[in-house]
Nanobody
């Protein structure tokens, strides 16, 4: 059973910052691209950011310039630093291993205006 353990969500005012974390096993982390998806109320899940095991990143246009995805290889953990948060960033954020369709349980991010 693959575990993706997310943390770091919460309630923040617009303009604030949050850092999400996702820890997993080394066997997964060392091989696969890791990603963050989110699902806003009433909307489909969407890719927020992804990072390959080599460190190449890509971002959704909606978060580009405001968010940074990174990975700590020693801790088998991927991070999503989100700055200048907007109310439209509100949603459940999931840590995902896209190639294996592994999803974490999700962490709620709420941005108040």
């Amino acid at each position: 059973q693959v575990q993706l353990v997310e943390s770091g969500g919460g309630l923040v005012q617009a303009g604030g910052s949050l850092r999400l974390s996702c820890a997993t096993s080394r066997s997964i982390f060392s091989i696969y691209t890791m990603a963050w998806y989110r699902q806003a109320p009433g909307k489909q899940r969407e890719l927020v950011a992804a990072i390959t095991n080599g460190g190449t990143t890509n971002y959704a246009d909606s978060v580009k310039g405001r968010s940074t995805i990174s990975r700590d290889n020693a801790k088998n953990t991927v991070f999503l630093q989100m700055n200048s948060l907007k109310p439209e960033d509100t949603g459940v954020y999931y840590c995902v291993v896209p190639l294996r369709a592994y999803w974490g349980q999700g962490t709620q991010v709420t941005v108040s205006s």
